[in-house]
């Protein structure tokens, strides 16, 4: 069977399958079900052509990683085809533990960080392709000796962020997302085994940089996005609470396992195993149907969530720069009781708080590194013609009905 496909991608045009493991791997179930989870969760809401899935962007992120091998080779960087290859298989795979509506419902399905469970997934695959995976799971751990392959992988200037924010400004239509990823893979290049960029692709660079800070603020953390997903995260917790005591709730066995018996960490052999059994089959169409089924439920605040999300008839949301009075809460509550027939106490369900924050660049972690012509690498924070912004920048929020004023 010829195993050298070709995908046509409508950000990058035509992508090569480049090794026929690569092919398999795409082929499987667990990376299949990546089709049936929309990368950017409940943003088509405010975006609406934002239905791309984790399927087109790992696609991506293994197209961008082969160019950057290419570049990296061209430069005299020594890349065995082994270590080329495992790259691939560690970009494509390192978003295969996403859940239903990815980062929306991360801590909430599961107290597990996805890139824990896409390690689960990535060593079961191990064993079922005889080790073949072993020096990718390597890379991607940042445990292989060239540290500028898990670079690539995870790190402030790695594949995953190229494709994402090229990828999300194309479907979302908000252009200033746009970055000039193809420069930047040419400006590549490595410096005592760890990843640099040539100082000639500063100003890409930097264009990137506020290119990421702008998409947070204009679509990740849109006020209506962090309001939708807010209220999604609220039907989850109150579909737990009725769970745990008892309540049946008409839901597929799958989201059935994590809403009643999920395990909590560390996770034994066995529930491990039983876990990804079910993460495995579990996608964003199981939500919805969950929605779906909670709309006509006897619970006032599991019918109400679920309605007001599949109808789009979602939360008033404001933002501060500090977080809200006392008073203010305490006025809205009031509002809510007088509008709704509830309790006082249990008003507290249809009031949402928390906090959203960004960094622009952050020197806490590897920083991105710049080499110049006489071989000096500066980090990206000390050069000085930059003005680089690493203040990370917190907004406080609150959702509530919109109809109580």
């Known amino acids: 069977m010829n195993k050298k496909k070709i995908f046509n991608d ?5 992508i090569n399958i480049p090794y026929n493991i690569i092919f398999d791997l795409i082929e499987h179930p667990y990376f299949q079900r990546l089709r049936r989870i929309k990368q950017l969760g409940l943003t088509d809401h405010v975006y609406p052509g934002a239905l791309h899935t984790r399927f087109h962007h790992a696609l991506g992120a293994m197209h961008l990683m082969t160019q950057a091998i290419d570049v990296l080779r061209s430069k005299g960087v020594e890349i065995s085809n082994k270590e080329a290859k495992a790259a691939a298989i560690a970009i494509l795979l390192h978003d295969i533990g996403h859940g239903p509506f990815s980062h929306v419902l991360e801590h909430t399905l599961v107290n597990i960080h996805h890139e824990e469970i896409s390690l689960f997934f990535m060593e079961e695959l191990n064993k079922e392709f005889k080790g073949k995976l072993t020096m990718a799971i390597e890379i991607f751990k940042n445990e292989y000796p060239k540290a500028f392959l898990h670079q690539l992988v995870s ?3 790695d594949m995953d962020r ?3 924010l090229t990828r999300d400004s194309f479907f979302t239509g908000v252009y200033e997302g746009v970055i000039g990823y193809d420069r930047i893979i040419k400006m590549l290049s490595v410096k ?15 264009k990137f940089l506020i290119a990421r800070r702008l998409m947070y603020w204009q679509v990740y953390l849109h006020k209506t996005v962090v309001a939708s997903e807010q209220m999604l995260v609220k039907v989850l917790k109150r579909a737990k609470e009725l769970a745990e005591k008892k309540k049946k709730l008409n839901i597929s066995e ?5 809403l009643y018996h999920c395990p909590s960490k560390p996770l034994q052999k066995k529930e491990k195993k039983t876990l990804l059994k079910h993460f495995a089959l579990l996608d964003d169409y199981d939500v919805y149907s969950a929605l779906k089924s909670f ?17 789009r008839n979602l939360f008033k949301i404001e933002f501060s720069n500090k977080p809200f009075k006392r008073d203010y809460l305490e006025k809205i509550r009031q509002n809510i009781v007088e509008k709704f027939p509830i309790s006082k106490q249990s008003a507290t369900q ?23 012509k006489d071989n000096k690498v500066v980090p990206m924070s000390a050069i000085s013609d930059f003005g680089l912004q690493s203040k990370n920048i917190t907004k406080y929020y609150l959702c509530y009905p919109k109809n109580i004023f």
């Open 10 to 14: 409508p950000v990058y045009g035509f």
């Open 155 to 157: 790190g402030q200037l």
């Open 162 to 164: 190229m494709d994402y």
């Open 192 to 206: 005592d085994g760890n990843l640099v960029v040539e100082h000639k692709g500063v100003y890409s660079i930097e």
């Open 254 to 258: 799958n989201l059935a396992y994590f």
């Open 295 to 311: 709309a006509n439920s006897d619970d006032f605040f599991l019918s109400y969530l679920s309605k007001s999300l599949l109808n």
């Open 350 to 372: 249809l009031i949402i708080t928390g906090k959203e924050s960004n960094t622009v660049y952050t020197v806490s972690k590897e920083e991105i590194l710049i080499l110049f």
